[in-house]
C-alpha cells in the first residue's frame, strides 16, 4: 500500500501532526536531531523552562526564552502545510490535529485546525481576560502586561504541567475517532496527553511519517521513514 492510495481510497482523512511538520519551515523541534531539548540554558532544560512552574516563580526568565526559542514570526508554510490546505479544499482532510503552537496551518489556510497545545498568535490577560496578538509578545520586554489592568499576559500556550484547553480536546478525539485514515507526522508521541489520542483511532488506515521511530509504528498500514515535506508534497489530490 501506498500513501497515494490510501489518500485516494480514504473518505475523512485527519492529519495528527508535531514539532517535525514545522522543522522545514526553520523551527527547531524538541527531540529531533538539533532539537531544543539537547540543550541545557543556563543549567536548566527546554522542559523545566516551559513548565507551568517556571512561568510562576520566574516570568520574567520564562518570557526571555520564550521569546528567543518559542518565536518564529517570520516562518512561512512548507510543502506540507499547503499540501494540507489542498487536502482540505478538496474535502478529503477532515481535521489537523496539532502539537505545534506556531500558527502554520492556519497561515497556510486551513480552517479544520485543532490547536490541541495552543498557539503563539493568542495571548490573554491573565485578570481581564482581554486578548492580544503576537506582536504584544515581540514588542515588549520583560513581562508583558495588559494595557487596560496591568495584568499578566499569558500566551495561550500549554506549558508543562498544564491541562489541555478541554473544547479543543474534545474536538481533536471527536474527528480522530471519527476518520477513516490517520496521518501521523513528525511527533516522538513522548508528550501526554497528547500520544493518547491514538487510542481514539479505530478507522482502516494509519500511516506514520517520521525519521525517527515512534510507539505507532507496530500498529501502521504504512511506515515512511523520510522528510514529511517531501513525502507530502508528492501526495497528488484529485479536485471533485
Ligand atoms: P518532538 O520534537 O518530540 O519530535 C519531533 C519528531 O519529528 C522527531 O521524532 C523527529 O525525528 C521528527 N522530525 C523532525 N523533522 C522532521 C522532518 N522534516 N521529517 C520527518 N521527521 C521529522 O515533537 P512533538 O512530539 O511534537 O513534541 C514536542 C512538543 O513541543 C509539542 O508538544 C509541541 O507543542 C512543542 N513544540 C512545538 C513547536 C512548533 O510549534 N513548531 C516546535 C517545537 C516544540
Ligand atoms: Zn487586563
New binding site residues.
Partial sequence: MTLQQIVDRAKRIVFF?????????G???????D???AREYDGLTAEMMLSRSFFYLHPTRFFDFYRKY?L?PDAKPNACHRKLFELERAGKLRGIV?????G?HRAAGNRLVYEV?GS?HENYCMDCGAFYPLSKILTTEGIPRCDTCGGVVKPW??LYGEPLDKPTEMGACREISNCDALIV???????EP?RSFLDYFHGRDLVV????G?EADSRATLVLR????E?MDAVRVDVP
Avoid at 523520510?226 to 515535506?229: L, P, S, V
Fill in positions: 501532526g508535531g514539532a517535525g511538520v514545522s522543522t522545514e519551515s523551527i527547531p523541534d524538541f527531540r529531533g536531531m532539537g531544543l531539548f518559542m518564529h496539532t502539537q505545534n503552537i506556531d502554520l497545545h503563539v500556550v500549554t507526522a513528525g511527533t516522538s508521541l513522548q508528550v497528547a511519517i517520521n525519521r525517527d515512534t523520510g522528510n514529511i515535506a513525502i
